[in-house]
């Protein structure tokens, strides 16, 4: 049974960097998924902020996407993918939930976000 | 950009009664929609992808309805372990994936 794990620093400095890495268990992270991030805040509950696959292709929400990257690394060692956010904010404090899509060949050959890590709270504040 | 708009903001119900959320997309989004479930303190969990197929393990009292521009979720007879915030989401128009604001769901 396949479990995600977000880790990462729970703080972040205004105008620094939000790195948070998600593990992947009980599957790897090489298969044909979407793997991605979401966040949660009161003031715009879910926020999809983007998604990557194992071969490197990546989409991200418009409105994030100059500041966001996100990666898959899968070794001998590892076997996840990260979000890194630029520029951050206070608006950036958020739950950052990873989690994983089943896709088909098109964009919207798509079944939805069935599997969710428990999420990492992160705070925005000098 | 397309833009899901969710109403009612929230709804308080009587236990067993019917309860029906929409989601309104700004363009046409065919059955490319998705609904979650939101408890306090949980990860979100998906009930229906494809605006009416249900996800494995989801009560039959939830279901999905609707294409194009206008969906619903209802659910049947609303039960205690109910109550959260539901969430829709298109996945049609490429690069984003957006969801709507959501609806509480009350007793």
């Known amino acids: 049974q396949v479990q995600l794990k977000e880790s990462g620093s729970q703080l972040a400095k205004p105008s620094g960097t939000l790195s948070l890495t998600c593990e992947v268990s009980?599957?790897?992270?090489?298969?044909?998924?979407?793997w991605t991030w979401v966040r949660q805040s009161p003031e715009k509950g879910l926020e999809w902020i983007g998604e990557?696959?194992?071969?490197?292709?990546?989409?991200?929400n418009p409105s994030l996407k100059d500041r966001v990257t996100m990666s898959v690394e899968k070794t001998w060692s590892s076997n996840q993918f990260s979000l890194k956010l630029d520029s951050v904010t206070a608006a950036d404090t958020a739950i950052y939930y990873c989690?994983?899509?089943?896709?088909?060949?098109?964009?919207?050959?798509?079944?939805?976000?069935?599997?969710w890590g428990p999420g990492k709270p992160v705070t925005v504040s000098s | 950009e397309i833009v899901m708009t969710q109403s009612p903001g929230s709804l308080s119900m009587s236990l067993g009664e019917r309860a029906t959320l929409s989601c309104r997309a700004s363009h046409n989004i065919a059955i490319s929609l998705a609904w979650y479930q939101l408890k306090p303190g949980q990860s979100p969990r998906l009930l229906i992808y494809g605006a009416s197929t249900r996800v494995a393990g989801v009560p039959g009292r939830f279901s999905g309805g609707g294409s194009g521009t206008e969906f619903t979720l209802t659910i049947s007879s609303l039960q205690s372990e109910d109550i959260a915030v539901y969430y829709c989401q298109q996945y049609h128009e490429w690069p984003s994936r957006t969801f709507g604001r959501g609806t509480k769901v009350a007793i």
């Open positions: 989690a994983r899509a089943t896709r088909g060949s098109g964009f919207n050959d798509y079944y939805g976000l069935d599997i």
């Open positions: 009980g599957g790897s992270v090489s298969s044909n998924f979407w």
């Open positions: 990557v696959s194992y071969a490197g292709t990546t989409n991200y």
